[in-house]
């Protein structure tokens, strides 16, 4: 055995003694759609004339041969081999175009004489960050309608990648990512279906540490969700004896209401309200004490099912009202049957508004003059001391006389005289009724001028 062993390494050594690799593949890292070359360089001696093959191999699997690549792949041409041989060597290049994820693995430079394979490189590990297709990210539901109660699927759908993404729904919620086959990374999201989910949509996003550029989202379709009547009387059953009253049936539902039914119980005469086309308002059209503690009931259905929602009417009377107290007659039928109502009276200690009002002004006034009275007087006092200190006051007398002279000039062709006039003004109270301010007295006096008849004084 052991000189078998040795007959073959031998052998071996003959063949190859003269063969070696002076280049081997590296490893490399490239990024998806970007461009890699991989190359082994093989030397003999030039008096060697045996004929060598060359040969890739990815992950124990030939791709290409010589120059030539495996026909099934022949329609990757996003990569392509070349030859070269001289007399001593031979260059051998997998030269990638545009790298696939499909590309990443561990690749092997073999050397082959008459399909034999007599030396193989070491394996070179190409690294392709891997970008997902341009169609993903994937956002899909389990179903396209569920209805109230059903379980609600949601899943985000990404090509499974090396590195992996992340996929992250963007409500915040955490959730496993699953790989499917291999092939594809899933994220899911589970719901209970319900009305407030009608209409919801759900984005995913998808990322990668490794290449920043990509972020990408997706959007589920809007939820369908059927869910039976949700039914609402906004209106209380508190309404005057003698008014119309309003009872409005609201709903939401999907699919939309098919029906209205209304009940009354102890049951009304038809001729005691009214329902309009539509079903959904019911109308009384003259509320009497009779009907005090009657329930209304209003049901609502679509094909998901039905719902109801009731009011009691309370039926108010004319209250009386005095200065002292209010009192108010109930007629409550909830304990007893409708043809023994009790009445009770409540007495209202509070006080009303028109007195509130009263007592509020009254203290707003009696709160100015409190404020005015020091205010008042104040200023009065600030004016005496300003009078006192800058002005002199003089009492004028009651009566007071201004005397006031004149003189008449004489007419032409008169005497030669001057007639001389004495008037005063009196000045007399308010109080005192006199005709004239002014009392003209005319004197005896005369002034002659003998030698002039320029008609001047002297």
Request: glycine share 4%; net charge negative.
């Amino acid at each position: 055995m052991l000189r078998f062993v040795f007959a073959v390494n031998v052998l071996l050594f003959r063949f190859t003694s003269c063969l070696l690799f002076d280049e081997h593949p590296l490893n490399s890292t490239v990024q998806a759609e970007g461009a890699v070359s991989l190359t082994c360089i093989v030397e003999y001696k030039t008096n060697d004339e045996i004929q060598y093959d060359m040969k890739w191999k990815k992950d124990e699997e030939y791709i290409a041969t010589n120059g030539n690549i495996v026909d099934n792949l022949k329609d990757s041409s996003h990569f392509i081999v070349t030859i070269r041989r001289s007399s001593t060597r031979i260059k051998f290049d997998l030269v990638f175009v545009s790298v696939w994820n499909t590309d990443r693995g561990f690749y092997q430079c073999d050397v082959f004489k008459t399909e034999n394979i007599v030396l193989a490189s070491t394996k070179a590990f190409l690294d392709v960050i891997q970008i997902p297709g341009d169609k993903y990210p994937l956002c899909t539901a389990s179903k396209d309608v569920y209805t109230e109660g059903d379980d609600v699927m949601l899943f985000c759908v990404s090509e499974y990648t090396e590195p992996a993404v992340t996929l992250r729904w963007n409500d915040g919620a955490t959730h496993v990512v699953e790989i499917v086959h291999g092939e594809t990374a899933r994220l899911q999201k589970r719901l209970i279906a319900n009305p407030d989910l009608n209409g919801y949509k759900a984005v995913c996003s998808m990322t990668n540490e490794h290449i920043p550029d990509l972020n990408r989202t997706c959007i589920t379709q809007p939820l369908t969700i059927y869910y039976k009547p949700r039914v609402c009387i906004p209106q209380t059953g508190l309404i005057s004896a003698g008014k119309q009253a309003f009872f409005i049936c609201d709903t939401t539902a999907n699919p939309a209401v098919t029906r209205y039914t209304w009940l009354t119980l102890p049951p009304l005469d038809k001729t005691e309200y009214n329902i309009d086309n539509t079903g959904h308002i019911l109308m009384l059209s003259n509320p009497t004490m009779k009907q005090d503690g009657t329930v209304i009931t209003c049901t609502a259905e679509n094909r998901i099912g039905t719902s109801s929602k009731n009011v009691t009417l309370t039926i108010q009377s004319d209250t009386v009202t005095s200065a002292q107290d209010t009192v108010i007659i109930n007629y409550n039928g909830n304990n007893k049957s409708r043809g023994n109502n009790t009445v009770n009276k409540e007495t209202s200690t509070g006080l009303s508004t028109d007195v509130i009002v009263i007592i509020i002004v009254a203290c707003v006034v009696l709160l100015v003059i409190i404020v005015m009275i020091p205010v008042y007087y104040y200023c009065l006092c600030s004016r005496n001391i300003t009078t006192n200190q800058t002005t002199t006051i003089v009492h004028q007398p009651e009566v007071y006389f201004e005397p006031r002279d004149r003189m008449t000039l004489p007419l032409p062709r008169t005497r030669d005289a001057t007639i001389w006039r004495r008037s005063f003004a009196a000045q007399a109270p308010d109080d005192k009724e006199v005709d004239a301010m002014y009392l003209e007295i005319q004197s005896n006096h005369y002034i002659y001028a003998a030698t002039s008849r320029s008609n001047t004084m002297r």
